[in-house]
């Protein structure tokens, strides 16, 4: 069974700040993707990373993947408070769906 | 925007009775999925659909079925609401190197 285990759960950090999130996965897969979803909304795709050594950037969020390691972060450069929200990882792909961790509920302040 | 519509948008219903939440897509896509989402769980998977009328349980699938007769639509069905069904409800639709994209969402409510 695939298991998805993200950390931290909860961040609350100050405008400017660097932070990592780190998502474990259980079972070997060369697919990890990032999701945000804002607070009532539906989650949007930030980033899919396909192979071993991927990475990935857009704005002051950068997404990496080794699926030696089985582990992928989301690198938050001098945060702002629009980014603010939960971000999920999740892996798989396959037909049968993907399987998600819990979320990390990200609070930036000013 | 991937096409993904869910309806209705919201609903409250009572224990016992059954409901059906609606998935439609536009853009021909042969996966679907039914996921729900409750605090603490994230995302997990109920149902999902590789092509009309082929269907297969997901991770959560006691409680509920599927139906797939147009590849646009995918239909959920609660036999007998049960208020542990309280929750989020996101369809998604798979693209094959651009990932998973997901419907707007449908808020159920089980008295």
């Known amino acids: 069974e695939l298991k998805v285990e993200q950390n931290p759960l909860f961040l609350s950090m100050q405008e400017g700040k660097n932070y990592t999130i780190y998502c474990n996965y259980s079972t070997t897969s060369d697919r990890l993707y990032w999701y945000r979803q804002d607070p009532g909304k539906s989650l949007e795709s930030l980033f899919v990373l396909l192979s071993n050594g991927a990475v990935k950037q857009e704005g002051r969020l950068m997404a990496s993947l080794d699926t030696k390691a089985r582990l992928s972060t989301l690198h938050i450069t001098a945060a702002v408070h629009d980014l603010s929200a939960t971000y999920f990882c999740?892996?798989?792909?396959?037909?049968?769906?993907?399987?998600f961790g819990k979320g990390t509920h990200l609070i930036i302040q000013p | 925007d991937a096409g993904i519509t869910q309806s209705p948008r919201h609903k409250v219903t009572e224990t016992g009775t059954p409901v059906t939440l609606r998935c439609h897509q536009t853009e021909n896509h042969r996966y679907m999925y039914w996921y729900r989402q409750d605090p603490g769980h994230g995302l997990r998977l109920i149902h999902y659909?590789?092509?009309?009328?082929?269907?297969d349980k997901g991770e959560v699938s006691d409680g509920y079925s599927v139906s797939r007769s147009k590849t646009e639509d995918f239909l959920l069905t609660l036999e007998s609401a049960t208020s542990s069904q309280t929750s989020v409800y996101f369809c998604?639709?798979?693209?094959?190197?651009?990932?998973?994209?997901f419907g707007p969402g449908t808020r159920l409510t089980v008295l």
């Open positions: 659909s590789y092509g009309v009328k082929d269907t």
């Open positions: 998604a639709i798979s693209d094959l190197w651009l990932g998973q994209f």
């Open positions: 999740a892996s798989g792909g396959g037909a049968d769906g993907l399987t």
